[in-house]
T-cell receptor
Framework: KQEVTQIPAALSVPEGENLVLNCSFT??????LQWFRQDPGKGLTSLLLIQSSQREQTSGRLNASLDKSSGRSTLYIAASQPGDSATYLCAVGANDYKLSFGAGTTVTVRA | DTAVSQTPKYLVTQMGNDKSIKCEQN?????MYWYKQDSKKFLKIMFSYNNKELIINETVPNRFSPKSPDKAHLNLHINSLELGDSAVYFC????????????FGPGTRLTVT
């Protein structure tokens, strides 16, 4: 059974600082890995999807890396802004098309 | 224009009652899902329907019954509600059952007292 862990559970940084969010998973036989953003009272928004054959994906200030063999992914957010405050969820996709989610990292960016 | 919508957004009810949550998507997707997010914030899949057919049915009490009248709608009916059913329930949709790109609704916060 796939277990997904996200550390830290919460993070508070001043505006402008770079953010580093970690995700680890127990079963390396994954199909892909996604990072989602969850805002209070709203659904999840997919930020980046990395296929198992890829090492990283980039979108604007966001960069996600994937090391399948060690069961780790890292989401980097450059030059954080107050609007980046949210909960970030990591989800691992298996060959049966199911997603296994971590509990998330809640980020607060202080102005 | 909302892509995946759920009603109600909040639901407070007493133990033993029966309640329903509705979900609609206007994306033209074939596949819809129900997830439960518990107090520890883990999102876990409950059900998935593809073109009105049940394709994923995780270990969920049979008090939970999904119904898909058409591929744009997936409702969740819960009988004999228990305290442990309190959670946020998310509906999602994807283009096909083998697509990992899922679009989520805003969630329904269910509180059972």
């Amino acid at each position: 059974k796939q277990e997904v862990t996200q550390i830290p559970a919460a993070l508070s940084v001043p505006e402008g600082e770079n953010l580093v969010l970690n995700c680890s998973f127990t079963d390396s036989a994954i199909y892909n890995l996604q990072w989602f953003r969850q805002d209070p009272g709203k659904g999840l928004t997919s930020l980046l999807l990395i296929q198992s054959s890829q090492r990283e994906q980039t979108s604007g200030r966001l960069n996600a890396s994937l090391d399948k063999s060690s069961g780790r992914s890292t989401l980097y957010i450059a030059a954080s802004q107050p609007g980046d405050s949210a909960t970030y969820l990591c989800a691992v996709g298996a060959n049966d098309y199911k997603l296994s989610f971590g509990a998330g990292t809640t980020v607060t960016v202080r102005a | 224009d909302t892509a995946v919508s759920q009603t109600p957004k909040y639901l407070v009810t007493q133990m033993g009652n029966d309640k329903s949550i509705k979900c609609e998507q206007n994306l033209g997707h074939d596949t819809m899902y129900w997830y439960k997010q518990d107090s520890k914030k883990f999102l876990k899949i409950m059900f998935s329907y593809n073109n009105k057919e049940l394709i994923i049915n995780e270990t969920v009490p049979n008090r939970f019954s999904p119904k898909s009248p058409d591929k744009a709608h997936l409702n969740l009916h819960i009988n004999s509600l228990e305290l442990g059913d309190s959670a946020v329930y998310f509906c999602a949709s994807s283009q096909a059952h083998n697509s990992y790109e899922q679009y989520f609704g805003p969630g329904t916060r269910l509180t059972v007292t």
